[in-house]
Nanobody
Framework: QVHLVESGGGLVQSGGSLRLSCVAS????????VGWFRQTPGKEREFIAT????????YYADSMKGRFTISRDNAKSTVYLQMSSLKPEDTAIYYC???????????????????WGQGIQVTVSS
């Protein structure tokens, strides 16, 4: 069992930066692949990035490369999403998710993750 809690969201002006944190509890976290997604009303959950259990490998959606950076600190049971040059279209609820099974090298679909945080709102004003 892995319990995830996101933090660090809020309101930011266009062009600004935010760092989201995903703090985990549970034995499986250290061996889990962790991903970040976002969702806006009426749309499907959108994949942003994922990171291997060691933090040594990362994978990004093409549209997210360059402005978003995923990282993790297993000693703190935390995965981060650094977001820069934010745009109003980045406004969404952001979720972290964990895949403890590791059966897929780079899980990009929501169905490939077992555990989810409750989500956190990020609003980018123009």
């Amino acid at each position: 069992q892995v319990h995830l809690v996101e933090s660090g969201g809020g309101l930011v002006q266009s062009g600004g930066s935010l760092r989201l944190s995903c703090v985990a509890s549970g034995r499986s976290f250290g061996s889990s692949t962790v991903g970040w997604f976002r969702q806006t009303p009426g749309k499907e959950r959108e994949f942003i990035a994922t990171i291997s259990w060691s933090g040594g490998s990362t994978y990004y959606a093409d549209s997210m490369k360059g402005r978003f950076t995923i990282s993790r600190d297993n000693a703190k049971s935390t995965v981060y999403l650094q977001m820069s040059s934010l745009k109003p279209e980045d406004t969404a609820i952001y979720y972290c998710a964990a895949d403890p099974l590791g059966g897929i090298a780079w899980p990009t679909r929501p169905s490939e993750y077992t555990y989810w945080g409750q989500g956190i709102q990020v609003t980018v004003s123009s």
